[in-house]
């Protein structure tokens, strides 16, 4: 069970009503069915449902996510001390973009939250040689995107690399609010790149989360408030995808043109308790 | 005769060497042949080239235009005092789209530079129902984009307009920077609108001016440094289209998969002695 954090479990500092209770009720489930099984090794095997948290986050390091979900009341281990068989982790496109960064060495140019930097702290950004986008409103301002126009033209081998490229998002006060993924157009037309997006809906972002758990696609389920990156990347991949009415959710969702959720709910924990009834 | 003005006529402050007084030979080769006709009304007929300057800017408003054609030597006619007779005018994407707004009562979010605004004094910008975004670095930060982009999806029948869509300039310092066009796609990304694109390379824009003088587009030739913009809307509009080696051409723009410009000069100067040989 692939879950989206903002917008579907929380929006800002505030549980959406029911979702963490309902995220426990399929933890029980685990530990139930671990419980029955005979090797500590096979947690799928065992029929308890595996919990991933798959978040676009463009703005919050990995201590911060873990933080908050444990102000919330899901306790999750520090990062270091996470185990193979933990029936529940954190995946987010910050953390696969410093991976990718530093499986290729690349040195970059980082267009990122003050909140953010934490995760890319150990990489090199001298004389750099890639363009790292994501939600960064202090970032957002033309001077600085005219530097990272600048090196893209300067180099033409240097990566646009966004953390994801999200439309729009909901904010506390109610209002949608511009996503990573205009500043993210903005450069792409600009300086005529595609930039290369790490998180949802980028299937490769979803491979490696279900590689993580060990499953195939369609014994998979991502449940998610973006019809686009959650939704439709999920099912591009192979998953079934279940949309839920909160957050950035907008009615004209549920009749768009190309994108047809296999599930509309109301919120994540009816999501929940439909897949546990089957379960 | 269609001509660019940034990075064609001048960059900045300084006209690009010997563009001025190319465009004089032009004029005086008009005046010589208004001479030779019967009546001052056949203008065109007269066989004098007329000369449009078409000009995307939309940073600048007629009246800074004019000032800065007058201190580079070629002084034109202040607006209320221009003739229908004239051989050389100015067509601005910012005065076109002043019209644009007035024939639709619409009352805009202005994303403008401060020396435009003067050619928008008069439009009621209270409750805003449209957005109107140029070249105005002043503006393009997180909040002040936000708040077009709310503008937009609290109102869906609000035009998103673009005084044009460039996607980068030359600058002073040699450098390309970011034209307004990265900041049109930002807010098209996000908003899922489609921007009305008020300047050049829009066809409605060269019809206008076509119009003005009183010709058919195989009569005319459209000459700038944007391959995009000048060279491929003009031949989009039917004209021919000449290109520049100054301003933001480069080099790479002899060799693009889909424009073939007309011609390819060195410079205005060299484009308009080939345009006179043939005249």
Redesign the interface.
Known sequence: MLIDLSGTLHIDERAIPGSIEAVKRVLQSHSKSTTTTTTATTTTAGGGLQVRFVTNTSKESAASLRARLGRLGLPLPAEGETQMEDPVKIFSSLTAARTFLRSRSLRPLLLLSPNSLSDFADLDTRDPNAVVIGLA??A????R??EA??LL?ANPAAPLIAVNKS??MKVADG?????A??????????S?RTAHVIGKPSQGFFQTVLDDIGCTADEAVMIGDDLVDDVGGAQAAGLRGFLVRTGKFRAEDEHHEQIHPDGIFNDLAAAIDHILSFH
Chains 1, 2 share one sequence.
């Open positions: 409103p202090d957002f301002h033309y001077e995107l005219n126009f600048r033209v439309r729009y209002f949608l609010s511009l996503g993924g205009a500043f993210v157009s903005a450069l792409e037309f600009s005529g």
